[in-house]
């Protein structure tokens, strides 16, 4: 069976890489053999790191517009029979109209995946809701299947053909041990990228008080130093290799969120890797947390900071509890978000789509 997967980005793309690249292994076993075209490279990628400048900002765009005339180029030419399915990672191009895209697609046997609901960017104006407002709805509609990283989409799209596939991590990386707490100056961690920080920013003033309170520390991961000017914060550059060492060495995570349609699409992923690493969480309620936390957490759930504040508060207290919830975060992980778990999942997917 050959699949023809049209991710976003290429393995260096977190988003493409949790979603695709990451489960090469299982669809090989499966009988797929995956064909990777990613519409944005590792060069798009790098700029987006780079300093705000107008050179910045004129080599993104022109780096759009090659990657999106190769795509068209390449969808043109291409011979469908020679795939038996394609994968899109949410669309064929951002802020591109229906249209274009239905053209495109016209006569090929498609299915979508979504971890983002990219919908809700189209929803920002009156402009962007008229030229856009339906268009991923559409694209839904006439997919073969779709893939979601929450059962929130279930009350968004009204296909039948949706297959709920959150976004998992290798239990192989995150079974190691777990070492000893330093129950002398705890640490607090939080995971993510210049772009995802805003939603730890309003949280500051709240661990804040509990450094002042307890003596308890910040440890901010990001791909480089992030903007966390405080005295009681430890930035650390991500690493793939020493990613769950940085994790696991903490003892709570936090996965801070606004409350807009946009964070309701989101995957957890954050809450996922802490949990992996036997870490006690506290979380926003978005709904893929309210999923991943069902039954183990739900009073970790903080819908405003004095929640927050409580919450942090009495898991920092009490380091049986801690332990004790770290223990079951981490078993509810390894036995339902693996890949070994949605591995032969996502294969029996492909298996009754294109039989």
Request: hydrophobic share 40%; net charge positive.
């Amino acid at each position: 069976m050959n699949v023809l997967f049209l991710t976003r980005y290429d393995s260096n793309g977190p988003s493409s890489r949790y979603r695709f690249y990451n489960y090469n292994t299982h669809f090989l076993f499966a009988g797929i053999n995956p064909i990777y075209k990613p519409l944005l490279d590792q060069h798009y990628l790098k700029l987006l790191v780079m300093p705000s400048t107008f050179k910045k900002n004129f080599l993104i765009l022109l780096s759009q517009l090659k990657s999106v005339f190769s795509r068209i180029l390449f969808l043109l030419k291409l011979d469908s029979h020679h795939y038996d399915l394609i994968v899109i990672e949410k669309e064929l191009f951002p802020n591109f109209p229906y249209f274009i895209e239905k053209l495109l697609l016209n006569g090929k046997k498609y299915a979508l995946d979504y971890d983002d609901y990219v919908g809700a960017s189209y929803q920002r104006n009156m402009i962007t809701r008229y030229l856009f407002g339906s268009k991923i709805n559409k694209l839904v509609d006439l997919s073969h299947f779709t893939t979601v990283g929450n059962r929130w989409y279930y009350s968004v799209f009204t296909t039948p053909n949706l297959h709920f596939l959150p976004t998992v991590i290798n239990r192989e990386k995150y079974d190691v041990p777990i070492p000893e707490r330093n129950t002398k100056v705890l640490s607090i961690v939080w995971i993510g990228s210049l772009t995802t920080l805003k939603y730890l920013t309003p949280l500051l003033p709240v661990i804040d008080k509990l450094h002042k309170r307890y003596g308890v520390r910040l440890k901010v991961i990001g791909p480089h130093i992030a903007s966390v000017n405080q005295s009681f914060c430890d930035h650390i550059l991500w690493d793939e290799y020493t990613e769950v060492h940085e994790l696991i060495t903490a003892d709570i995570g936090i996965m801070p969120l606004e409350d807009t349609l946009w964070e309701k699409g989101k995957c957890g992923l954050k809450l996922i890797q802490y949990m992996a690493c036997a870490l006690p969480v506290v979380s926003s309620p978005s709904p893929s947390a309210l999923e991943i936390l069902h039954g183990i957490g739900e009073e970790f759930i903080a819908s405003n900071l004095a929640e927050w504040e409580a919450s942090l508060e009495k898991l920092i207290i009490d380091e049986s509890l801690r332990h004790q919830y770290g223990l079951k975060a981490r078993n509810r992980i390894f036995s339902q978000y693996t890949y070994q778990y949605w591995g032969p999942k996502y294969g029996q997917i492909f298996k009754m789509a294109v039989s």
